[in-house]
């Protein structure tokens, strides 16, 4: 944007023999990828096929065009050319170049991606209100409220009144106006595509600073939004700048491997082709040579390159079952490398990209060549990306279901909620800054889902703590646990790709985050709920570590009985055994209470033990040889029963847990109170019931005390009765 870029012709980071990729030669058979590179100055300014009513300057943008939409309205094209070139006229580049030759090549950029019309109208219009006379208001009155709130997204911020903020903080106006239109953020990207193509006679230094921004901000937004052709030449751009000598010694290696006589992905192209011949499936098998990233990417990984470490193959079909088909071809009569495959179809990434991956050996010289597996669709979505929907904000097709998430909304994708949700609370233009980078760093998502069937979409890395806030924001401050595919686990957990997290709330909406907490939260939303929490309520100073009291003595230490002492074990009950009159005992290993089914064995002094009929305790008394003695309930519902309760420590639990137990009418007769480890504390409560039926209510209740995530009859113990 503005006038910072210089002329296309004159020499820049990139030679122009080497613009990113091995050109094509004429033994290799290949389809290149959209290349939004080979159109220069002569392009832009000269004719094209000539559209009556049209200006020539336009001639190629609207080819590129009606290429992608035939039927579109070309005069809000025309009329936008008109208005920029006018408003323009008389600013030059700093090459000498008019103006207008910039409005001009973003427009064409987003052309050959298949913008739809109204993108394309405020691309030509994008710095007008920058840098001319021409007001937002007019904008509007012509070109109607969406072009309006293109331009006005990714119009700059002055410097005059912002200062060393400015750059920020028209970033965080830029990434407002894209959470409610995702076409503010492709002309940006394309914009700067166009600037960083011609940055060569800037200063060094300035040079740098344009290209680390555009590493660190826009080339990861442009792989979230699914822009692949403009992901890729903006990193070897930046990758010249950046680091020169490596950019050079890698386009070295591309020519060199360009003018190889032999090519193991020609060869392996031409069995693939012969392999699906045979198999009667349609397709298309083109090499996809890699660009000097990518490349500069294998060598670092794999150190010598071969021949096939340069490119791809990639087999295009027109269904989903026939990418499946070919894939199931390729597995039986070529060698398969298993480690490699990866199925993007049945879990597309979060930026709409949808590819089956694999790859195979060639018998030869064990050579492992990549293979890239899509539909025609498919091809287009993962070079364009949200640039390939036309307008996202038509009607949407009847098929697509509402509840796909962000895969099937690219109007407003997860991570740009996420973004923006954070955004609201960074303090100041520093913090926003430093934190969009750190963001944006976590190139990879992961899907977890939530017990209702929800998902939530998070950074590899994520925690439970991450959860929690992606999922209640600042209600998170109230979470006490979390279970992960049904397990208790820490707050701490990081979380894997199709994992299920239940996050386990409190009832106390004033309660405090844990400070631990920042040491585990991976993203911004997260971390800066906690700091914010935690500056305006700082912990006061405690004036002695108390331990959970017992409500009756609140001066006091709760109980701590041993295990074997005589009020910790249960006592007989309304047991009926044959023959009558035999001591009864109920075993404190699995304390059966009524309903249960039951069983009884004599031990000594004629006492008989009664055991729950699933207690393993049964099994081992029945093959020492012990007399199974028949037992059933008698009419009394009276029952005692040891429950285990573990929860998160807090003041005032244990009163808040005894109080619903009395209020469920149980008698406590003993409770054990373990030591609190990690913030957990286990409970052990033996209580009378007059009434066995109201068990279930019992346990409910005490699982609806804050801090308590589970309740449960006393387990078996592994040993005797």
Known sequence: MNAEAVNPASPGPVPPAATGAAAPTPRRKARPRIDLRRLGRAALLGSATRSRGLPDAIGHVVEAHRAHHPDADLDPLRRAYVLAESSHRGQ????GEPYITH?????????????????????????????????????????????????????????????AAAEPETFRKMLLATGNDVRVMSIKLADRLHNMRTLGVMRREKQERIAKVTRDVLIPLAERLGVQALKSELEDLVFAVMHPEEYEHTRKLVHENAARADDPLTAVADEVRGVLRE????????IRPRHFVSVHRVS??????????????????????????????????LTPVVSEFKDFIAVPKFNLYQSLHTAVARAEDGQVVEVLIRTHQMHKVAEAGVVALGNPYAQPAEEQSPGDGE????????????????????PDPDTFWSTLREDLAQDREITVFRPDGGTLGLPEGATCVDAAYAQYGEDAHATIGARVNGRLAPMSTVLRDGDTVQLLMGQDSASEPSKEWLEHARTPAARIAIQRRLAAHPEPVPEA????????????????PAADTPAARPASADVLVDPPGATVRLAGCCTPVPPDEITGFAVRGGVVTVHRAQCPVVARMKDTGRTEVAVRWGESTECRVTLLAESFGRPHLLADLTEAMALEGAEI???????PDRQRVRHSYTVLLPDAARLPALMRAMREVAGVYDVSRAQPQPTGA
């Open 545 to 560: 570590e108390e331990p959970l009291r017992d409500p009756a003595a609140p001066d006091a230490h709760p109980p701590r």
């Open 407 to 426: 895969r099937a909304d690219p109007t407003r994708p997860g991570w740009l909620s996420r973004l923006l949700d954070w955004q609201r609370g960074a």
């Open 103 to 163: 409005p001009l090549a973003v427009t064409l950029i987003l052309a050959e991606l298949g913008a739809e019309t109204t993108t394309l109208t405020a691309s030509l219009l994008h710095d007008t209100v920058e840098d001319t006379e021409v007001t937002l208001d007019q904008v509007g009155d012509q070109f109607g409220a969406e072009v309006r709130y293109l331009v006005d997204g990714v119009t700059k911020l002055e410097k005059v009144d912002y200062g």
């Open 92 to 95: 030059m580049r700093k090459s």
């Open 300 to 333: 670092r990984k794999r150190g010598t390159l071969r021949g096939a470490d340069f490119g791809r193959l990639l087999v295009l079909v027109q269904e989903d079952a026939d990418c499946y088909a070919v894939l199931g071809e390729l597995h039986t009569c």
């Open 669 to 675: 007769v003993s409770a054990t109170v373990e030591p």
């Open 279 to 286: 198999a009667d499936i349609q397709a298309e098998v083109l």
